[in-house]
């Protein structure tokens, strides 16, 4: 990840690494530990909503909405991790300090070749790039926050 304070070792504030790939592939990478979390939070959510006897004095509006912000987290976590998969995969067909220059221009048309990407959209500079992917991972977070809260919101009145 180029750093816009300090220019890269060639001059090109735009150019990205192979490492730089490689980095962002890892941080993104770690929203599968999110995905996981999640999961087991998903489960005790269903099993409130499809066993009455376990949260008897649940409240089940909380418990659709934790059900809703899990949806929306898995839905995240495929995302972060299809990037970060696509990341990775770039990083090891790059062309070492150069990877990124022509790295996008591949990403780009691949994606608008399988009808992922609109083409108003290709064309973006690496820190944009940047930016969207920690966008998904901060949302994948959030939706996570969202749904333990409700979750514990659901079964409040069970722990107090």
């Known amino acids: 990840m180029s750093d ?70 898995l839905y995240y976590a495929l995302r972060v991790d299809f990037d970060a998969k696509l990341l990775a995969a770039l990083a090891d067909h790059g062309d070492g300090a150069n990877a990124g220059m022509h790295a996008a221009q591949r990403l780009d048309a691949s994606l608008i070749a399988l009808g992922l990407l609109p083409r108003d959209r290709a064309g973006r500079d690496w820190p944009a790039r940047w930016r969207g992917a920690r966008g998904l991972l901060r949302n994948q977070a959030l939706c996570l926050l969202a749904q333990l809260a409700m979750l514990v919101a659901a079964y409040g009145r069970v722990w107090l």
């Open 4 to 73: 816009t304070q300090t220019p890269p070792p060639n001059g090109n504030p735009d150019a990205t690494t192979a490492f730089d790939l490689r980095a962002m592939a890892s941080l993104l990478a770690q929203g599968r530990h999110l995905r996981s979390a999640s999961l087991i939070v998903l489960a005790a959510t269903l099993l409130g909503l499809v066993w009455p006897d376990a949260g008897a004095d649940a409240m089940p509006a909380w418990l659709l909405l934790s059900l809703c912000a899990g949806l929306a987290q």
